[in-house]
């Protein structure tokens, strides 16, 4: 049964750039939350359409991922097996298995025969490092594979080690594409925009030499103060970690008003510590909370139901530092004491993942305010603030500028753009009448009977209406909807085609009645004004032509009906109306 899948538009480009490179290795790097997964299986799926009897090897870090990376390969009809043991034969009816770095390092000679011309897929390889034993059993067991795809969200170790299957320029990792989180935020729609409230506080504590120290997170200390000063705000007995809990619970309970099943995520020191800050949750906030530990069996079952569930609040020590997709987190609390950038990046790639149908998805991760977290989320609030302030730039450009597909001149400055100024030129099948065409009122001026010290512009004599007096300026509409001074062309026959039709279909208000309303224009006349202003300049001119001669017709035939009486000012009384006027 054949298949179809929507790549995203990176997605789409690192398809093109793993298919036309030559080698065996290739190294992705793109943000948390962008889909390496889907850009992985896809990639499988083409290998696998070139060489059908090929095996596919998945290496994850976590055995929930193994779970993990099963699923997903089902979605696109590939059957991988994630309880495969080292012990046990390959089925004949799956088109690979899904390992952990641990297993692969317990035995790389049985995987080494098994991933002789296998497409091999390392999932976060930055767990695996040279001269260490995962490093090690990954070089030996995956180097007789056709192609190794390497995915990494941080293509980089905190002991600074080698990565196998990575090479190297200048002591930095050289990946093949990247796909960072400036730029997903700038495509928009991929990741969240993440906010870091960070929060200070008086610390006590006694050292171990015995002496009693009390600081804040502004005060300069060395290594060994900093994380004592950590630890002592992450406490279970103190009056910080309980504020911010509360602070948190606060924030994720404003979302859910927008976000209804949006979910906390609270990473902890160890098992202990985990438990009792859910138990703090429970005792102050009455909510539901989820555990999920390492020596708990059933961790890996607890994540996946509070992913399917609305549950509001999971703790967990590292079960959830990285690969674990879980959309509706938008909230964390980072109360642990592991304070490395790598760690630190995984636990924000935690609240990144998008939400379709979610509107301002912005998520919070309350953070102490310690100097080495303070600088891990400058630095990715930078990136969110350039491309925001970028999308910003993009979004008032296309404002500016009508086209899809602008020059060179438009990106740079959107005021001297050459098609925006050709948009903005109107053209007569879109050009709106400068003159009223609704058919409530011809008039723009709301209706009124003047004063009797003010007699009505409509009692003068026919001849000084015909002369076009009025205020207006160069025959514009008057100030009381009288059509004022004429122009010449093709406008003003057009003006004076509608005076005459105002003039003929029941100008003359009663004798002896100042402030009459005055009358409308035909609707028929008022199609022909909206057909004129859409067609091309000769069929105006045609159009307009023909209006006169219908306003000429018009005021003979009613100067030949019969008079109904006369006025003090000698004009004469119609007692016409139209349907639709009052």
Known sequence: MSRSVRLRAWQLRALERWAATPGPDFLAVATPGAGKTTFALTAARRHLG???RARVIVVAPTQHLKTQWAAAAAAFALHLDPAWASRDRLPADMHGVVVTYQQV?????????????????FDELHHAGDERAWGDGIRHAFEPAARRLALSGTPFRSDTTAIPFVSYLGGEAEPDFE???GDALAEGGVVRPVVFPRLDGHMEWTAPDGAMRAHTFADNLDRAGTGQRLRTALSLEGQWLPTVLDQAHDQLTRIRRTHPDAGGLVIAIDQDHARGIAALLRDRHRVAVEVATSDDPAASARIARFARGGAPWIVAVRMISEGVDVPRLRVGVYATTT???LFFRQAVGRLVRWTRGVPRQRAFLFVPDDP???????????QRRHSLRRRGRTASRSRTCSRTRCPPPCARTPSSCRCSLRSRRPRWGRRRPRWPTT??????????????ASPSRWARPAAARRRGGGRGRRGGLARGGHPAGAVGGAAGRQRRARQGDRAAVGAHPPAGQRGAEPPRGHPRDRRGDRRAAGAAPRARRRLAAAAV???????????RAPSLGAGPSGLRRCTRR?????
């Open 105 to 121: 390092a317990g035995s790389p000679d049985l995987i080494r025969g098994l991933a002789r011309d296998a497409f091999v897929v």
């Open 372 to 382: 080495r977290l303070r600088t891990f989320a400058a630095r990715i609030a930078e």
């Open 549 to 559: 001669t219908r306003a000429v017709r018009r005021r003979r035939a009613t100067r």
């Open 578 to 582: 139209r349907s639709g006027q009052r």
């Open 339 to 341: 304070a490395t950038e």
């Open 179 to 181: 796909y960072g989180y």
């Open 50 to 52: 070139g060489q059908p």
């Open 439 to 452: 058919r409530r009122a011809s008039h723009p001026r709301p209706r009124r009977s003047p004063t009797p």
